[in-house]
């Protein structure tokens, strides 16, 4: 999905054939900035610094609209909780986190994160082995730190704001942050497959060397 404001058009794209397969006007003057699939593939959102747009993707009609009183610097879905609830999570110009229901746009709670503005957002889900294991946030922003929540309680509200889990202060000027969840290394499937391909070479060259070996003995210089 891409969106064009110049010619006031967002296009869904067949990657096979990298041809656009639909076509929806929007405003030339909107300033959309981002585009999110939700975790269900039910709903995509546009949105640009000031406003969000919510669609429901079964008849790319827009079921709800919000408008963000700070501008708005990043946004992302958050993986699905226990009650199969679709919220977004957005970080603002002013160093606040809120998060919004999906498709109602109702906003759960805002809450400060940070002094300075948020630059980007990564949710991940946790491995189980984790004591504290569940959804959680990691925002960067820019008064240098990184900051990890909990975000698993699906009852956030304004009066139960996540609980900041660690605080990194880098001492950088922090623009983007990516999460790399821990997994177990996996070797390929062939594995075994390979180690014999392998033995079967070794025993190859062995018999090479050994036939170059007799032929030397048997016909000597």
Same mark, same amino acid.
């Given at each position: 999905?891409?969106?064009?404001?110049?010619?006031?058009? $967002?296009?869904?794209?067949?990657?096979?054939?990298? @041809?656009? #397969?639909?076509?929806? &006007?929007?405003?030339?003057? =909107?300033?959309? *900035?981002?585009?999110?699939?939700?975790?269900?593939?039910?709903?995509?959102?546009?949105?640009?610094?000031?406003?969000?747009?919510?669609?429901?993707?079964?008849?790319?009609?827009?079921?709800?609209?919000?408008?963000?009183?700070?501008?708005?610097?990043?946004?992302?879905? $958050?993986?699905?909780?226990?009650?199969?609830?679709? @919220?977004? #999570?957005?970080?603002? &110009?002013?160093?606040?986190? =809120?998060?919004? *229901?999906?498709?109602?746009?109702?906003?759960?709670?805002?809450?400060?994160?940070?002094?300075?503005?948020?630059?980007?957002?990564?949710?991940?889900?946790?491995?189980?082995?984790?004591?504290?294991?569940?959804?959680?946030?990691?925002?960067?922003?820019?008064?240098?730190?990184?900051?990890?929540?909990?975000?698993?309680?699906?009852?956030?509200?304004?009066?139960?704001?996540?609980?900041?889990?660690?605080?990194?202060?880098?001492?950088?000027?922090?623009?983007?942050?990516?999460?790399?969840?821990?997994?177990?290394?996996?070797?390929?499937?062939?594995?075994?497959?390979?180690?014999?391909?392998?033995?079967?070479?070794?025993?190859?060259?062995?018999?090479?060397?050994?036939?170059?070996?007799?032929?030397?003995?048997?016909?000597?210089?």
């Amino acid at each position: 999905m891409s969106v064009s404001p110049k010619d006031g058009t $967002l296009r869904t794209w067949n990657l096979l054939t990298s @041809r656009s #397969v639909y076509v929806k &006007n929007i405003k030339k003057e =909107s300033q959309i *900035e981002f585009i999110r699939w939700s975790p269900d593939g039910k709903y995509y959102i546009s949105a640009s610094p000031k406003q969000l747009n919510i669609f429901e993707l079964e008849n790319a009609e827009c079921v709800c609209e919000c408008d963000f009183d700070i501008p708005v610097l990043t946004i992302e879905f $958050l993986p699905l909780n226990q009650t199969q609830m679709n @919220r977004i #999570v957005v970080g603002d &110009n002013g160093g606040n986190i =809120s998060l919004y *229901e999906i498709p109602s746009g109702k906003k759960l709670l805002s809450y400060k994160a940070h002094e300075n503005r948020v630059k980007c957002v990564s949710p991940m889900v946790t491995p189980e082995d984790i004591i504290l294991n569940g959804t959680w946030l990691v925002t960067a922003s820019s008064d240098e730190c990184v900051k990890v929540w909990d975000v698993s309680n699906s009852e956030l509200d304004q009066e139960k704001t996540p609980n900041c889990l660690l605080t990194i202060p880098t001492g950088a000027r922090l623009t983007c942050v990516t999460v790399w969840p821990k997994t177990e290394p996996r070797l390929p499937a062939s594995t075994e497959s390979l180690d014999t391909s392998e033995s079967a070479t070794e025993k190859k060259t062995a018999k090479r060397r050994r036939k170059r070996k007799n032929s030397a003995k048997r016909n000597p210089s």
